[in-house]
């Protein structure tokens, strides 16, 4: 089930009424059952795969606290970790790694041929799974117990608002919000429908109008100029961003209705001095997630390795990232192209902490913050190239012909397209600045007189429906 | 020792890391509270406090530390 369809705006009324009139006790048999059918919605057999996860992290964790010895330990988080990889990578990257193993023997001169899989990949399993891993360490590590109630334990990777495309949401957030008694509350109402408005301005406003010039242009790659596919990149990076940061208000403003808090996702990444910067900022559930349990155990494992551990971490952060998206080789240069830069963003820190130091006066560097921005950014726009490109090749093909700067007109498509997804990236962009600097009083959605910000949400909605794009289809992020 | 003086000497080895002579650790101090430490910056402080101290850390134990307070008081343990 969409947030954007009609079953949805059926379904979210009836399921926050019955939340709110089922006892405490009986609340989260009532929230994972409707989850189950949330997710039974798109299809039947997607909850068995969920469900087996959830089972086996819920026994695995109980028996990690219940084993005395650290081998018995070990092995109960072991066999949970190679299930959860193990069925993800089953649905995710079977298929991709057959054909690879397959090109390498071809090489080889050996006819391997390991048949295709025909799977269709269960929706939300890379987000699940990662739940579930993230919280299974954190019991392994003794930082959290193990939560024995299994309706909340359901409830916690089934949520629906966070079940297709997160955030990767941390067992020791969640739980105890679950352990608390929730009662109905005008504010969480309030502002819980003010952020999934907002969400779905980014989504069916911006993104989704961005999308018809992007895929006008993606999907014609060889009849563009220059400057129509620098443009296109550059209108993708913000479409992505609409999106994915879309669904993320709307995820949280649907939990919020219900009293629930969801982790921020993103904190105006565009606005990052690098490229580090840039992922505290970008996908914060996976990013954070990714440096908790996997970039700072080997950092820590390997430094005595010096700089050399922190590369090795980097590089392995990054490919798991990357490779995270799915099962392409675009998605892991996109990963190792971060890498990369982080690696030497790392490197020259201090120097570079250095040279701002002596920079005084006030105008140069505010020069330097915003060339470093913009090439943050650009950096950023260059290495999404690979990840909306479907090919290598066309990845290849779209930034050579960007490089050759031939000449050529700006492919508009049609007007109202183009002038309408500028419009609204620049109300997002002023709406982000104002939320890091509080420069200006742009205040659109806030006042303190109630109707006037009443007015003002009812001026957003109609914009929603005036100029959404309703037919714009799914979420970027479902797809991982 | 003291956990004063194992504070105190953790300190010089923060200024050193972190090259700022000013820098003044308490209990509380965490990588919110000082600008550069991050995780290359964290490696360094952590090989050059097992080097200083003659101690190693266990994996689990680098992972669980939320501030200096905690990286002290663990090293006052491991010194006995």
Known sequence: MLFNSFEFLLFFPAVVVLFYLTPHRWRWLMVSLSSAFFMAFARLDFVLVILSIIMVNYLSAILMERSAGCYGKKWALAASLILDIGLLSYFKYFNFLADNFNSLFDLLGLNLDIPHLSVVLPLGISFYTFQAIGYNIEVYRGSMKAERNLPLFLTYLLFFPKLIAGPIERAQNFLPQLHSRISLNFHNINSGIKLMIWGFFKKLVVADRIDIYVNAVYGNIEQHSSITLFTASVLFAFQIYADFSGYTDIARGVARVMGFRLMENFERPFLALSVSEFWRRWHISLSSWADDYIFKPIVAQKRYWGNWGVLYGVIITFFVIGIWHGPSWNFVLFGLFQAVVIFYELLTKKSRKRFRKKLTSPLIKGLHNHSTRILTFLFITFSMVFFKAPTFDDAMMILSRVATFETGTLFLGSLSTFVFAWSGIVFLVLAEIRREYGWFDFGFLSNKYMLVRLLKYSLLVLIILMIGVFDGGQFIYFQF | ?80
């Open chain 2, 1 to 80: 020792m003291e956990l004063a003086e194992i504070f105190k000497q953790v300190n010089e080895i923060f200024k050193d890391i972190f090259e700022e002579d000013d820098i003044v650790i308490e209990a509380e101090t965490s990588a919110k509270d000082i600008d550069g430490w991050d995780s290359l910056t964290h490696m360094q402080m952590i090989t050059a406090v097992e080097k200083h101290f003659k101690i190693k850390f266990e994996l689990n134990e680098i992972l669980n530390f939320k501030n200096a307070g905690d990286m002290c008081r663990l090293i006052q343990t491991k010194l006995g």
